[in-house]
């Protein structure tokens, strides 16, 4: 078990200060050699920890009978602390919705299902941000006199720029999905991903509200509320409980959902017709 709790110490402070010494060095910024080296020792020995770690727990799983894929999911969960591993992917997933963006392609939404768009409210916001970071960058480049400073700023206020607008691509380029079956996919981007079956669905309506708090929160009466721009317009009943994940982890159980629809109508009428829609199943012969 320490040996588990350093790789995790490690994971979570070394390598983060390996991406500073890296971004010190995009940036151009002269390390002295033996800082630099110092700093390469430690990560070195900081891979060495977390291989020997790694290495012991795989061997362990197989020797329970896993196979060489589960064994390494399942050694790579115990090092890495959760919360890395889901900033790492949900960071990776939006570079790649930024791709998808520019290729104008929108992720993971099948033939005869309904796309339900929800950025409306907060596009104006993100390309606010975005026009007030690149202010940012250039006043930050005539007033900093320092090289060092200047070059520092100047990489990690254009990976800024790039983030917001990875951010964005992500909930254009995946929305709200609404299966011909009359199922129901809830995101926000690459950070939040709700599976909602047909036959969980009791009922949906078109309801405007103004919830207070976060991105992802769970009121105290069970009901899930994902907003965007601070407003939701469609709830979702359901006929049990729900589970979920929270974008660092966390779970939950939600009765009820609500989220935000650009076209709220279009939204309740799209899962509507697939809840009601009749089988395309033939009957059995008698």
Do not use: K, N
Request: net charge positive; charged share 20%.
């Amino acid at each position: 078990m320490r040996g588990v709790r350093a790789a995790r110490l490690v994971a979570a402070v070394v390598l983060p200060a390996e991406l500073a010494v890296a971004v010190c060095l995009m940036a151009g910024v002269r390390i002295p050699g033996a800082a630099l080296a110092g700093a390469e020792a430690a990560v070195l020995s900081a891979f060495v920890l977390e291989a020997v770690v790694f290495g012991r727990l795989w061997r362990a799983e197989r020797r329970v009978g896993a196979g060489r894929r589960a064994a390494m999911s399942a050694a790579l969960r115990t090092v890495v602390p959760v919360t890395v591993r889901r900033l790492v992917a949900h960071e990776a997933r939006a570079l790649h919705s930024l791709g998808l963006w520019v290729l104008r392609r929108r992720h993971a939404v099948p033939e005869g299902a309904s796309a339900v768009p929800y950025t409306g409210p907060q596009t104006a916001t993100m390309y606010g941000l975005v026009f007030v970071s690149v202010v940012e960058t250039v006043m930050l480049a005539l007033l900093i006199p320092w090289p060092v400073v200047h070059r520092i700023v100047l990489v990690l206020d254009v990976y800024g720029v790039l983030l917001v607008l990875a951010l964005h691509a992500g909930c254009v380029t995946r929305p709200h999905v609404v299966g011909a079956d009359g199922s129901l996919r809830v995101r926000y981007g690459a950070l939040f991903d709700l599976r909602v079956p047909a036959a969980a669905i009791a009922a949906v309506r078109v309801e405007r509200r103004f919830p207070e708090g976060g991105l992802v929160r769970l009121d105290p009466d069970g009901v899930l509320e994902l907003a965007v721009g601070g407003q939701t317009t469609v709830t979702v009943e359901l006929t049990a409980p729900l589970g979920f994940v929270r974008p660092l982890g966390g779970r939950g159980q939600a009765v009820a959902v609500r989220f935000h629809a650009d076209d709220p109508r279009a939204a309740v009428a799209a899962l509507t017709r697939g809840r009601t829609a009749p089988s395309t199943i033939p009957d059995p012969p008698g």
